[in-house]
Structures are given as C-alpha cells and as structure tokens.
C-alpha cells in the first residue's frame, strides 16, 4: 500500500515493521457476539499487532464493519507462503497469544471467513511504510472501500477487465485504490487456520474522507459513459455473484485508513 500521511497522535508513533511489500495478503472476517467488538477492537490493537509483526507478519489495517455491528475485519501480510507457515506457527505457538488468545476468542462466533490472497500482477504497489499511531489514539474517522468480485475458477477475463477497465476508469473518475488482490492459488499450509477454497475473487481498497466522497466516486463511476459501457456491463457479466461491498472504518492503529 503506498505511503500516505497519518494523523498526529500526540504519542510516539512506532513504525511499521514485516514485510513492506507482501506477496500474500489474508483478508480476514470475524462475526462476533453481539455488544464485543470494541472489545476485541481495544485488546488487537493493545496486543496483537506488535507481537505478530515481530515474528515477520505485517498488520496492515484493521476495521468495524460500518454496516455491521458485530463484524471485524482485517488484513495481514506475508513475505511469502513459506513466510506464513513460520510467522503464524510462532504467533500462535507463542506467549502473547497463549496469554491474550482466549479472551479474543471469547468475543467471536466466527473466524474462519478468509480469503487468501496476492497483489493482482500490473495493479500497482500494496506495500505501505507509513509509521503507525501509538496504543491510546483517536480514530481516525473516514471510510475504507473493499469491494470483492467473485468469478468462475480457472477465468481470468475478470480480473484482466479490473486490471486493464476498471482501474484506469476508477482513476479517471475519483482516488484509485490503494490495494487490488487477487486469489492466492496455493494451498493453505496452516490448516489450523482455516481459508476459503475454490475461490477467483479481486478485491479492491479505497480509502475516502467519509461516506459523501465515496458516493460521489460511484456517481461519477457509473455517469462515465465509457466506464459504464465498456467495463461494467462486461464485468457484470463475469461475475458469479454481486460484487460483496464493504464499508470499513478504521481503527486507532490501522495503517490502511
């Protein structure tokens, strides 16, 4: 993810550490118990980022689904698949976890809902070295995009049409994301943690001021005659379901916001 400015903090920020630029990328969707999630929200970004970015992996941004009250989202990444293995056996096979673990799994009801994932060949940078604020800061407000479009196993014309259409059309019309990931067609070597299997998904993240930026984006998206002839109505077609939309807002120490 490129380097953008973040907010002061009034606190020593500390800086970003794990791989900058990922060639793995997990995007992970936790359904939690009802009232948890500031909960589990206060213990991650206490406990849990540090300590995973320690042992190699790199916590790239973490998020309250803003259409769901009792989901968490985040993302994690890997130098490589061999990088994963070593990084989430020592994680999980250490201190912080086995201290802090049972009271993060106390707050779900689901955990297995990943998608495992790379940077889309030709779709720019999805590293990001920006510093991260300390434990205690604000929020920082505003509105993550990730849009995940599902598509036939084994097609590529879908994420061709993202990559070569749907990008250049985004650019033209308002930010490009800042992040667009592909599957990771490797099997999962961690087994203990579970990832969706059969999947061709491209998933892109927009970061927006707020909910109006992120309207105006899509009104000028689907007003832009070419965009709307020549890549979506194409890449409605390619699809195997409704493009999944959500909307994220970030967290004190989410380096992507």
């Known amino acids: ?34 009232g948890r999630r500031d909960e589990l929200v206060e213990l991650f970004d206490r406990e849990f980022v540090e300590s995973q970015e320690e042992v190699g992996m790199a916590v790239l941004g973490q998020f309250r ?39 993060a799994n106390a707050t779900m009801v ?35 995009s990730a849009v995940v479009w599902s598509f036939p196993p084994g097609r590529r014309e879908g994420a061709d049409l993202v990559r070569d259409g749907l990008l250049p059309a985004l650019r033209r019309t308002g930010p490009a994301p800042v992040a667009v990931l592909a599957t990771e067609p490797a099997a999962n070597t961690f087994p203990r943690l579970p990832v969706r299997t059969g999947e061709n998904v ?29 890549v979506l109505g194409p890449l409605e077609r390619e699809l195997t379901a409704p493009p999944q939309v959500l909307r994220l807002g970030p967290t004190a120490r989410s380096l992507l916001r």
């Not at 990922?22 to 118990?33: A, D, G, I, K, N």
């Not at 070295?129 to 434990?135: E, G, K, W």
């Open 110 to 144: 689901s955990s297995d809902d990943v998608l495992l994932l790379r940077p889309l060949a030709g779709a720019g940078p999805t590293a990001r070295v920006a510093p991260r604020p300390a434990v205690g800061a604000p929020d920082p407000g505003g509105v993550v």
């Open 65 to 103: 689904d803003l259409d769901d009250p009792d989901r968490f989202v985040w993302l994690r990444g890997f130098r490589d698949m061999q990088e994963r293995h070593r990084g989430l056996g020592a994680f999980y096979g250490g201190p912080v976890w086995e201290r802090h673990g049972p009271a």
């Open 202 to 230: 491209v998933v892109a993240l927009t970061p927006y001021p707020d909910e109006a930026a992120r309207r105006r984006h899509l009104a000028r998206l689907h007003g832009d005659r070419g965009a709307r002839d020549e």
């Open 1 to 34: 993810m490129p380097e953008s400015p973040l907010p002061a903090t009034g606190a020593p920020a500390a800086p970003a550490v794990g791989p900058r630029c990922p060639s793995v990328v997990e995007l992970r969707q936790y359904t939690l118990r009802p």
